[in-house]
């Protein structure tokens, strides 16, 4: 009988133990997640009604993404810039495209460069 009562008074200070537990690790904390220049897996990519959002890169204007970029050596480069196929000359969102290398696209407006670094998938 006495072996009952031990088991039985080891559940119940188990249970009271994981309700107290519970508590204290349920206060709201205040937790910051720092993306490191990624996107942020904790913001939803779908709205609640279905659309996608659209998210723009790190420090590139509003409408000016930068998709892709194909690069040539002679001088015959193109960027993927908002869904648009550009070469140097060419403008983008009212930007000119000044220089396209192989990883980043400089842009100019009102005589300010503007530099967008192509970012790698998965990193």
Known sequence: MSENKSSGAITVFAVLFLICASAVFAQ??????NAQNKRNPFIALVTSDGRILKLEQEGAPEKLLLEGIIY???GLSYAI???????????????QVFK??????????EGQPLEIELKKEGL
Do not use: P, R, T
């Not at 709201?28 to 997640?33: G, I, L």
């Not at 810039?81 to 930007?95: L, M, Q, R, T």
């Open 28 to 33: 709201s904390q205040d937790f910051v997640y």
């Open 72 to 74: 040539d050596k002679q």
């Open 100 to 109: 396209i290398e192989k990883n980043k696209v400089i842009f100019l407006k």
């Open 81 to 95: 810039v908002s869904g648009e196929i550009v070469k140097v000359g060419d403008s983008a969102d009212g930007y």
